[in-house]
Structure formats: structure tokens, C-alpha cells
């Protein structure tokens, strides 16, 4: 079965310092790996994804993640931090031999930046 | 504009009292699923449709109906609402295409049932 934890319920961190929110996952076989955005009173939005190649993944809003076989992490990171970066995240993943139906969400991380 | 419908963005019921929720989508996906949200337990898949007329349960499907009668519109069904359907839904549609599927997620309905 695939699974996906997100240990931290919250993220507290100062503007203009580094913020990390984690993802570790699990599969049977080799993941495809995503982050979602979530803003107040809005859907979530696509960050940004990992499905071969590169471990390091760049996406939206200066986001990149960090995919990490040997730990089966994938956490989401960015250099500086923007009060508006404030949201809850989501990772997901799912098995490449599965379908896209298969996908399966993390319980979220709120990301809280302080002027 | 590409975008993912949803309607209403909010609904207060009464146990019992069957509603739907509509999902349109403009972008010609195949895929389309429904979610919902709650506290400390992230997103849960209800149902889900691969294609006009396919539709298969998620992981969270009873005492919810969907239908896919149109590629463009998936509707949720709660035919006996209960105060444990409470919660943030969300409809999402994609492009069937391994490895490169990105979820595009309308804005919610959030449910209260009394």
C-alpha cells in the first residue's frame, strides 16, 4: 500500500530564512512524487513534481524539493520565505505502477511565516 | 480560462435532506474525483471516474453517489446526509497520462449537516 506521512502539523519560520516542510513516503515500487498548495478559502494548487531524472525538482513560487531514495523523503524547500508563502502543503505520491487514481495525500503541513 | 466549478461554496442541511454538489470542468479531462478534507486526516478520496460513464469508489465512499454522464461535469450525490459528512470537499479533474498527471482542484463546498 502506499502511504505518505507529514510529521510536522506546523512550520513556523522568519522571512527571509530558509523553510523546509518534510515528506516521507512509502511504495512498493519507485514513487511519483508531488506538492500541493493550499490557500486560505482556495482548491489546492500544483507545485511541483518528481517523476525520474534530477533528485533535486524546481517548481512554482521559488519552491524546489529534494527526492532522496535511500531516506524515501522528499521534502519541499525554499531559500527565502515571503509572508504570502503562508498556506498549507500537501505532499502526495504513488506508485509508478499504479494509476493516477492511486494517488494518495499527506495530512498537510501549515506553513507559518512571520514578518 | 481553465478552471474546476464547484457549487456551492457553501451548504448547511439537515440530516436527511438529500443534496448534490457540481463539479464542471472546461479543460477536457478524462480523470475527475472527488475529496474531502478534514482535520488531521488531509485529503481522502471518496470517488473517482477515469471517463464518461466510469466510475469506481475511493477510499471514503459510503453514503455518497456520483454519476459521469458528461465528460465535463461530476456531481456528488449525498441521498441521506449525516452530521459525519460534515467537511471541506473538493472536486479535481486530469489529464490521464503517466507520469505526467497534475490534479487541477475547484475552490470547495464547504458541508454542514445538522
Known amino acids: 500500500a502506499q502511504s505518505v506521512a507529514q510529521p510536522e502539523d506546523q512550520v513556523n519560520v522568519a522571512e527571509g530564512n530558509p523553510l523546509t516542510v518534510k515528506c516521507t513516503y512509502s511504495?512498493?515500487?519507485?514513487?511519483?512524487l508531488f506538492w500541493y498548495v493550499q490557500y486560505p478559502n482556495r482548491g489546492l494548487q500544483f507545485l511541483l513534481k518528481?517523476?525520474?531524472?534530477?533528485?533535486l525538482v524546481k517548481g512554482s513560487y521559488g519552491f524546489e524539493a529534494e527526492f532522496n531514495k535511500s531516506q524515501t523523503s522528499f521534502h519541499l524547500k525554499k531559500p527565502s520565505a515571503l509572508v504570502s508563502d503562508s498556506a498549507l502543503y500537501f505532499c502526495a505520491v504513488r506508485d509508478r505502477n499504479t494509476g493516477f487514481q492511486k494517488l494518495v495525500f499527506g495530512t498537510g503541513t501549515r506553513l507559518l511565516v512571520s514578518p | 480560462e481553465a478552471q474546476v466549478t464547484q457549487n456551492p461554496r457553501y451548504l448547511i442541511t439537515v440530516t436527511g435532506k438529500k443534496l448534490t454538489v457540481t463539479c464542471s470542468q472546461n479543460?477536457?479531462?478524462?480523470?475527475m474525483s472527488w475529496y474531502r478534507q478534514d482535520p488531521g486526516l488531509g485529503l481522502r478520496q471518496i470517488y473517482y471516474?477515469?471517463?464518461?460513464?466510469?466510475?469506481d469508489k475511493g477510499d471514503v465512499p459510503e453514503g455518497y453517489k456520483v454519476s459521469r454522464k458528461e465528460k465535463r461535469n461530476f456531481p456528488l450525490i449525498l441521498e441521506s446526509p449525516s452530521p459525519n459528512q460534515t467537511s471541506l470537499y473538493f472536486c479535481?479533474?486530469?489529464?490521464?497520462?503517466?507520469?505526467?498527471?497534475?490534479?487541477?482542484f475547484g475552490s470547495g463546498t464547504q458541508l454542514s449537516v445538522l
Open positions: 511504495v512498493s515500487g519507485n514513487p511519483y
Open positions: 471516474s477515469m471517463n464518461v460513464e466510469v466510475t
Open positions: 479535481a479533474s486530469g489529464i490521464l497520462r503517466g507520469g505526467g498527471e497534475k490534479l487541477f
Open positions: 479543460m477536457n479531462h478524462e480523470y
Open positions: 518528481y517523476i525520474t531524472g534530477d533528485n
